[in-house]
T-cell receptor, first 113, second 114 residues
Framework: KAGVTQTPRYLIKTRGQQVTLSCSPI?????VSWYQQTPGQGLQFLFE???????NKGNFPGRFSGRQFSNSRSEMNVSTLELGDSALYLC????????????FGPGTRLTVL | AQSVTQLGSHVSVSEGALVLLRCNYS??????LFWYVQYPNQGLQLLLK??????LVKGINDFEAEFKKSETSFHLTKPSAHMSDAAEYFC????????????FGAGTRLFVKA
Protein backbone atom coordinates (compact mmCIF):
# COMPACT_ATOMS: atom_id res chain seq x y z
CA LYS A 1 0.00 0.00 0.00
CA ALA A 2 1.19 3.48 -0.78
CA GLY A 3 1.67 5.67 2.26
CA VAL A 4 0.23 9.08 3.02
CA THR A 5 1.42 11.65 0.53
CA GLN A 6 1.53 15.39 0.99
CA THR A 7 2.12 18.03 -1.60
CA PRO A 8 3.98 20.20 -1.91
CA ARG A 9 6.83 19.24 0.39
CA TYR A 10 8.15 22.77 0.68
CA LEU A 11 6.51 26.16 0.27
CA ILE A 12 7.70 29.71 0.62
CA LYS A 13 5.08 32.42 0.86
CA THR A 14 4.93 36.03 1.97
CA ARG A 15 2.75 37.58 4.62
CA GLY A 16 -0.81 38.17 3.56
CA GLN A 17 -0.86 35.45 0.92
CA GLN A 18 -2.89 32.30 1.16
CA VAL A 19 -1.80 28.71 0.74
CA THR A 20 -3.42 25.34 0.06
CA LEU A 21 -1.83 22.09 1.17
CA SER A 22 -2.91 18.69 -0.07
CA CYS A 23 -2.99 15.28 1.56
CA SER A 24 -3.75 11.91 -0.01
CA PRO A 25 -4.51 9.26 2.61
CA ILE A 26 -3.80 5.58 2.44
CA UNK A 27 -6.30 3.82 0.24
CA UNK A 28 -9.35 2.80 2.28
CA UNK A 29 -8.72 5.27 5.09
CA UNK A 30 -11.61 7.60 5.73
CA UNK A 31 -10.24 9.73 8.56
CA VAL A 32 -7.74 12.50 7.88
CA SER A 33 -6.26 14.73 10.56
CA TRP A 34 -4.03 17.77 10.23
CA TYR A 35 -1.39 18.95 12.67
CA GLN A 36 0.89 21.95 12.92
CA GLN A 37 4.39 21.31 14.26
CA THR A 38 6.63 24.15 15.44
CA PRO A 39 9.67 24.17 17.74
CA GLY A 40 7.88 26.36 20.25
CA GLN A 41 4.41 24.81 20.35
CA GLY A 42 5.16 21.23 19.37
CA LEU A 43 2.46 19.21 17.61
CA GLN A 44 -0.91 20.86 17.67
CA PHE A 45 -4.13 19.40 16.34
CA LEU A 46 -5.82 21.45 13.64
CA PHE A 47 -8.83 19.40 12.57
CA GLU A 48 -10.06 15.96 11.61
CA UNK A 49 -12.26 14.97 8.71
CA UNK A 50 -14.22 11.79 8.28
CA UNK A 51 -16.35 11.04 5.24
CA UNK A 52 -16.18 14.67 4.07
CA UNK A 53 -17.33 16.03 7.44
CA UNK A 54 -15.23 17.90 9.97
CA UNK A 55 -15.57 15.92 13.18
CA ASN A 56 -13.17 17.76 15.43
CA LYS A 57 -11.39 21.07 15.44
CA GLY A 58 -8.46 22.41 17.41
CA ASN A 59 -7.92 25.90 18.74
CA PHE A 60 -6.81 27.70 15.63
CA PRO A 61 -8.21 30.91 14.12
CA GLY A 62 -10.68 30.83 11.27
CA ARG A 63 -7.87 31.56 8.82
CA PHE A 64 -7.18 27.85 8.98
CA SER A 65 -9.74 25.77 7.15
CA GLY A 66 -9.95 22.42 5.49
CA ARG A 67 -12.08 20.10 3.51
CA GLN A 68 -12.25 16.48 2.48
CA PHE A 69 -13.34 15.10 -0.85
CA SER A 70 -15.36 12.01 -1.63
CA ASN A 71 -12.16 10.05 -2.33
CA SER A 72 -10.94 10.98 1.18
CA ARG A 73 -8.25 13.29 -0.12
CA SER A 74 -8.02 16.40 2.00
CA GLU A 75 -6.85 19.95 1.64
CA MET A 76 -6.13 22.59 4.19
CA ASN A 77 -6.07 26.28 3.47
CA VAL A 78 -4.45 29.09 5.38
CA SER A 79 -5.50 32.59 4.41
CA THR A 80 -3.81 35.89 5.20
CA LEU A 81 -0.55 34.22 6.18
CA GLU A 82 1.38 35.46 9.19
CA LEU A 83 5.02 34.91 10.08
CA GLY A 84 3.91 32.65 12.92
CA ASP A 85 2.31 30.26 10.47
CA SER A 86 5.74 29.03 9.45
CA ALA A 87 5.70 25.39 10.46
CA LEU A 88 5.71 21.78 9.37
CA TYR A 89 2.15 20.75 8.55
CA LEU A 90 1.53 17.07 9.00
CA CYS A 91 -1.36 15.06 7.69
CA UNK A 92 -2.33 11.69 9.14
CA UNK A 93 -4.85 9.13 8.00
CA UNK A 94 -6.54 6.23 9.73
CA UNK A 95 -9.29 3.77 8.96
CA UNK A 96 -11.97 5.36 11.07
CA UNK A 97 -10.38 7.39 13.82
CA UNK A 98 -10.85 6.61 17.48
CA UNK A 99 -8.17 4.24 18.68
CA UNK A 100 -6.99 3.44 15.19
CA UNK A 101 -3.35 3.94 14.38
CA UNK A 102 -2.65 7.13 12.48
CA UNK A 103 -0.27 7.00 9.54
CA PHE A 104 1.59 10.22 8.97
CA GLY A 105 2.79 11.80 5.79
CA PRO A 106 6.21 13.44 5.51
CA GLY A 107 4.74 16.90 5.98
CA THR A 108 4.75 20.19 4.14
CA ARG A 109 7.32 22.70 5.33
CA LEU A 110 5.76 26.17 5.04
CA THR A 111 7.95 29.24 5.39
CA VAL A 112 6.31 32.64 5.57
CA LEU A 113 8.55 35.61 4.85
CA ALA B 1 -9.73 17.79 29.20
CA GLN B 2 -6.97 15.57 27.98
CA SER B 3 -3.32 16.41 28.43
CA VAL B 4 0.02 14.69 28.06
CA THR B 5 3.22 15.48 29.93
CA GLN B 6 6.56 14.13 28.84
CA LEU B 7 9.22 14.51 31.51
CA GLY B 8 12.51 15.62 30.04
CA SER B 9 12.80 17.37 26.71
CA HIS B 10 16.19 15.70 26.17
CA VAL B 11 17.45 12.31 27.31
CA SER B 12 20.96 11.03 26.67
CA VAL B 13 22.00 7.40 27.04
CA SER B 14 25.01 5.34 26.06
CA GLU B 15 24.74 2.71 23.36
CA GLY B 16 23.60 -0.53 24.98
CA ALA B 17 22.05 1.19 27.99
CA LEU B 18 18.41 1.14 29.04
CA VAL B 19 16.16 3.72 27.45
CA LEU B 20 13.38 5.17 29.63
CA LEU B 21 11.16 7.95 28.33
CA ARG B 22 8.46 9.15 30.67
CA CYS B 23 4.89 10.04 29.84
CA ASN B 24 2.00 10.96 32.12
CA TYR B 25 -1.49 11.65 30.88
CA SER B 26 -4.74 12.98 32.15
CA UNK B 27 -8.03 11.88 30.74
CA UNK B 28 -11.49 11.73 32.20
CA UNK B 29 -12.21 8.40 30.55
CA UNK B 30 -9.97 5.46 29.70
CA UNK B 31 -7.85 6.69 26.84
CA UNK B 32 -6.05 5.31 23.88
CA LEU B 33 -2.34 5.93 24.32
CA PHE B 34 0.37 5.97 21.70
CA TRP B 35 4.09 6.43 21.31
CA TYR B 36 5.39 7.80 18.03
CA VAL B 37 8.92 8.38 16.81
CA GLN B 38 10.03 11.11 14.44
CA TYR B 39 13.32 11.05 12.58
CA PRO B 40 14.69 14.29 11.14
CA ASN B 41 12.71 15.68 8.22
CA GLN B 42 10.18 12.88 8.39
CA GLY B 43 6.66 12.36 9.60
CA LEU B 44 5.77 10.36 12.69
CA GLN B 45 5.88 6.59 12.87
CA LEU B 46 3.91 4.56 15.38
CA LEU B 47 6.00 2.60 17.88
CA LEU B 48 3.16 1.11 19.89
CA LYS B 49 -0.33 1.76 21.19
CA UNK B 50 -2.39 0.89 24.24
CA UNK B 51 -6.04 0.12 23.72
CA UNK B 52 -6.90 -1.68 26.99
CA UNK B 53 -6.18 -5.22 25.78
CA UNK B 54 -3.03 -5.56 27.89
CA UNK B 55 -1.17 -3.22 30.22
CA LEU B 56 2.25 -4.15 28.85
CA VAL B 57 2.44 -3.24 25.21
CA LYS B 58 5.19 -4.37 22.90
CA GLY B 59 6.07 -2.34 19.86
CA ILE B 60 8.54 -2.26 17.05
CA ASN B 61 12.32 -2.28 17.44
CA ASP B 62 12.13 -3.84 20.96
CA PHE B 63 10.32 -0.87 22.47
CA GLU B 64 7.63 -1.50 25.03
CA ALA B 65 5.45 0.55 27.35
CA GLU B 66 3.45 -0.21 30.45
CA PHE B 67 0.10 1.36 31.17
CA LYS B 68 -0.28 2.14 34.88
CA LYS B 69 -3.70 3.52 35.59
CA SER B 70 -2.96 4.29 39.26
CA GLU B 71 0.00 6.45 38.21
CA THR B 72 -1.61 7.71 34.97
CA SER B 73 1.65 6.83 33.28
CA PHE B 74 2.67 5.20 30.02
CA HIS B 75 6.47 5.16 30.08
CA LEU B 76 8.43 3.89 27.08
CA THR B 77 11.40 1.58 27.56
CA LYS B 78 13.94 -0.30 25.52
CA PRO B 79 16.47 -2.66 27.12
CA SER B 80 19.44 -1.71 24.96
CA ALA B 81 19.83 1.53 23.00
CA HIS B 82 21.17 1.57 19.46
CA MET B 83 22.63 4.55 17.67
CA SER B 84 19.73 4.33 15.24
CA ASP B 85 17.29 5.06 18.10
CA ALA B 86 18.39 8.69 18.19
CA ALA B 87 15.22 10.60 17.30
CA GLU B 88 12.36 12.51 18.86
CA TYR B 89 9.69 10.55 20.67
CA PHE B 90 6.13 11.67 21.24
CA CYS B 91 3.54 10.33 23.63
CA UNK B 92 -0.06 10.91 22.58
CA UNK B 93 -3.53 10.40 24.01
CA UNK B 94 -6.83 10.21 22.24
CA UNK B 95 -10.39 9.49 23.15
CA UNK B 96 -12.28 7.20 20.87
CA UNK B 97 -15.71 8.67 21.44
CA UNK B 98 -17.44 11.45 19.57
CA UNK B 99 -14.72 12.02 17.06
CA UNK B 100 -11.02 11.79 16.93
CA UNK B 101 -8.75 14.34 18.58
CA UNK B 102 -5.22 13.40 19.49
CA UNK B 103 -3.18 15.41 21.96
CA PHE B 104 0.59 15.04 21.76
CA GLY B 105 3.17 15.60 24.43
CA ALA B 106 5.94 18.11 23.84
CA GLY B 107 8.33 15.38 22.77
CA THR B 108 11.58 13.97 24.12
CA ARG B 109 14.69 14.02 22.03
CA LEU B 110 16.79 10.92 22.60
CA PHE B 111 20.55 11.13 22.12
CA VAL B 112 22.59 7.92 21.99
CA LYS B 113 26.31 8.15 22.75
CA ALA B 114 28.80 5.69 21.30
Amino acid sequence: KAGVTQTPRYLIKTRGQQVTLSCSPISGHRSVSWYQQTPGQGLQFLFEYFSETQRNKGNFPGRFSGRQFSNSRSEMNVSTLELGDSALYLCASSCAGGGDEQFFGPGTRLTVL
Amino acid sequence: AQSVTQLGSHVSVSEGALVLLRCNYSSSVPPYLFWYVQYPNQGLQLLLKYTSAATLVKGINDFEAEFKKSETSFHLTKPSAHMSDAAEYFCAVTRGTGGFKTIFGAGTRLFVKA
